[in-house]
């Protein structure tokens, strides 16, 4: 399984990025993690975004979601469709996109086939519905991408073990207080090591965010701690 960054910003894009999309390939099967805002043209510098097998959806937040509006027009132009899977929780953007006629839009509930992976959710703290997703291939290799989170009953068991966890980690420890909808990377950090994951990605960040610091933070509970940057490709 190969995961690419192809945004990773929170709120907006940094200039040239994109808010957050995550690739992931298994054999033939192409399946994005999330579509936020100015992925578009970054997928399809890569690929015809209709030879996705599927988009998941973590939530409905525009920065998450909003670049499934033009792709809707680019599907229509072109008389493709896409399959979606997505929060059956009432959303704005969730009510446009289930109305276009080029996207069959399925609930995210349960597990399900995605192509060669599964697919199976967990519903984290954040103010709006929100989930972490996890694929898992044929061999048992495993990614879970929190979304946004600022918690979750029973998210580190969701995410025990994984070869890859993709986590929120929106801000410093100055920065960080009870009832904001992110984590910090500190407790990102500490999420990978209570789930005894093999690899932390740190995801999420603001433009302008402090990086290198967010990163010194994470490391404190997970050594191994590495942030998201455009085009970064994983192999799991
Ligand atoms: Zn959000």
């Not at 099967?29 to 690929?47: C, H, K, S």
């Amino acid at each position: 399984m190969k995961v690419s960054v192809l945004g990773y910003s929170g709120g907006y894009p940094q200039a040239g990025g994109a808010c957050s999309a995550y690739l992931v390939t298994e054999g033939e099967t192409r399946v994005m993690l999330d579509f936020g805002a100015g992925v578009l043209p970054r997928l399809m510098a890569l690929m015809d975004p209709s030879a996705l097998c599927a988009i998941v959806m973590s939530h409905w937040h525009f920065d998450h979601a909003s670049d499934l509006l033009p792709l809707s027009y680019y599907l229509d132009m072109n008389q493709l469709t896409l399959r979606l899977v997505g929060p059956e929780e009432p959303q704005p953007l969730r009510e446009i996109i289930a109305l276009r006629e080029e996207v069959s839009l399925e609930p995210l509930l349960g597990t399900r086939e995605i192509g060669g992976l599964r697919l199976a959710a967990q519903r984290v703290i954040h103010p709006v519905p929100a989930y972490a997703l996890k694929l898992t291939n044929a061999q048992g290799k495993v990614l879970v991408y929190t979304g946004d989170a600022a918690g979750g009953e029973g998210l580190a068991d969701f995410c025990r073990g994984a070869d890859l966890l993709i986590c929120d980690a929106s801000f410093t420890r100055a920065q960080w207080h009870e009832g904001l909808p992110h984590f910090s990377a500190a407790q990102a950090g500490e999420l990978a090591r209570e789930a005894r994951v093999k690899r932390l990605m740190l995801t999420h960040f603001q433009p302008g965010a402090d990086v290198k610091t967010l990163v010194q933070e994470a490391r404190e509970a997970f050594p191994d701690a590495f942030p998201a940057s455009l085009d970064l490709a994983i192999e799991i």
